[in-house]
């Protein structure tokens, strides 16, 4: 994620397998969009071969591209290269790699930069990152450092010709002086090279639809991708929601209420919710959707079955 994420327990398979299978794919579902996936490096005690079958399940739905994180303080630098550039040799997708301000001054990260381009990564997402002790501590630039996204995605133009992308926030950064100074923010990361920004995951439509509408006003005219974060454990949404920001509307903490309790109804909840959020979201003009996976397909491609957005039931309704 745009914040770093907290792993979530391996899955039971016999929920995925035991979920109704009713996603409402009819033919008005709205035509494929862009996808994305986001994943994490997977931590040494974490399987590595449950890992690359989460990447080859959901390489099969064809996304644009991959994106691989960079841990909080920069913790997996070295880990998030070398998976991007495997997903590319591995899967043919194109893999972005993230990159971040933190704990580094300019040489090193441009040398972390160069590095990604010699392996054949071709795509960075660039952000300010979180400090080492994660989403809500205060954050400091580094000594001879790229102070903020901003300088980052300039310093990355210059080097090399990545593409690059970069983060928004529609219910605007928790650090921002306000919603006008954050979308300004946005637009100097765009002017210095971005082409692509990948919002932090949002479940108020209203507050998403205000935050597109600042975007235009200001000029912001390269792709927004909708940031989707299925929900796999709902007190850590609350918990992860409450430091970045994000705000879970009352109706859906009332539906929400002790689907923890009941791994089915959680289940069906959260491919059911990710649904509305898509639809909506494309009302809105969206056609880009970046999943962050949390390095689980299971929800992820029943969500785009359920959209109709995976090649199975593209071919089927063709």
Known sequence: ???????????????????????????????????????????????????????????????????????????????????AAEIQDRHGLPAAAH???????????????????????????????????????AYSPARDGYAYADALVAGLARRHAFEISVAAYPETHPQAASAAADTDNLKRKIDNGASRAITQFCFDMAAFERFLDRAARAGVAVPIAAGILPIVNFARLESFAAACGAHLPADLRRAAAGIDDEPLRRHRF?????????????????????????????????ICDGMGWSPLVQRAAN
């Open 99 to 137: 990159l971040t301000c933190v704990d580094a001054t300019r040489a090193e990260i441009d040398a972390i930069a160069s590095g990604y381009w010699q392996t054949g990564i071709r795509h960075i997402v660039a952000l300010r990152g979180d400090p080492r002790g994660g989403a809500g501590g």
């Open 270 to 302: 959260a491919v059911d919710l990710a649904i509305a959020q898509c639809d909506a979201l494309y009302r809105l003009g969206i056609r880009d959707f970046h999943f962050y996976t949390l390095n689980r397909a299971e929800l992820v491609k029943e």
């Open 1 to 83: 994620m745009l914040l770093s994420p907290t792993p979530e327990p391996t899955p039971d398979p016999a929920v995925a397998r035991s979920a109704p299978a009713d996603f409402r794919r009819r033919p008005d579902r709205p035509a494929a969009p862009r996808l994305s996936f986001e994943f994490f490096p997977p931590k040494p005690d974490q399987p590595v071969a449950a890992f690359w079958r989460t990447v080859a399940d959901l390489a099969a739905l064809d996304p644009q591209f991959c994106s691989v994180t960079f841990g909080a303080g920069g913790s997996t630098r070295r880990a998030t290269g070398t998976i």
